[in-house]
């Protein structure tokens, strides 16, 4: 009788990602519990343990693979047809378009409310969107789409403010949110990066009605 593989931890890791983010497109987040997932890929609830400290580190985890599976900014800069600022819009754009990481990002924004995950989204998102962000921003400053000297600064300041528009991190109002994106878009445009144009503006308009039927909805 052959004995079963024995999977490596890498291997379990990956397996509960997949069948997680499964389970949370299909069922919900708040749905799903760790014997779900482990169910589905057929293994101890001690194994998940191993691998993951608790289910909202599993979210975190997915949220960051998914962006790494298809990720626009990849994406936009083989764009050689396009300028900087260009090449900006096109990726709030292919952004807008993954409704699946959509789906995840918006189950995700419960979990933020813990400092620890808060912090860890924070650190994450300066060392891996900083540089990307840099590189688009110098390059629409280079062919003068982006007209501005804050190049460095603006880099940091974009991936910080997605935490700012969270209700989970600063609760606001639908009116206020709607009020917080105008601040952004007219803060921007007179740093010489004018962002949104009219077909962005309605995917704010549904994502700020979600979020805060989203956060009607938690108890």
């Given amino acids: 009788m052959a004995r079963p593989v024995k999977k490596t931890p890498e291997e379990w890791r990956k397996e509960i990602l997949n069948a997680a983010q499964s389970l949370f497109l299909s069922k919900g987040y708040e749905e799903t519990s760790i014997s779900d997932i482990m169910g589905m890929v057929g293994g101890a609830k001690g194994m998940f343990y191993r691998c993951f400290q608790s289910k909202e580190e599993v979210m975190y985890a997915i949220g960051s693979q998914m962006f790494f ?7 936009v800069r083989e764009r050689d047809d396009l ?3 260009q090449k900006i819009r096109l990726l709030l754009a292919l952004n807008q378009s993954d409704a699946e990481r959509n789906q995840i990002n918006m189950q995700a924004i419960q979990i933020l409310k813990d400092p620890h995950i808060l912090a860890a989204a924070v650190l994450e998102n300066r060392r891996v969107l900083t540089p990307l962000w840099l590189e688009l921003l110098n390059e629409g400053k280079r062919d003068g789409s982006v007209r501005t000297e804050y190049t460095k600064e603006l880099s940091e300041l974009l991936p910080l403010i997605n935490f700012w528009l969270i209700p989970s991190v600063f609760p606001a ?3 206020e949110l709607y009020h917080k994106y105008r601040f952004v878009t007219e803060v921007l445009c007179h740093m010489g990066l004018p962002l949104y144009e009219d077909d962005t ?6 994502f700020i009605t979600d979020i805060t039927e ?4 938690e108890p």
């Fill in 173 to 175: 109002t639908e009116e």
């Fill in 214 to 217: 989203k956060g009607e909805d």
């Fill in 201 to 206: 503006m309605s995917f704010i308009e549904k």
């Fill in 83 to 85: 300028n900087g600022l």
């Fill in 69 to 75: 599976e298809n990720n626009p900014f990849e994406a």
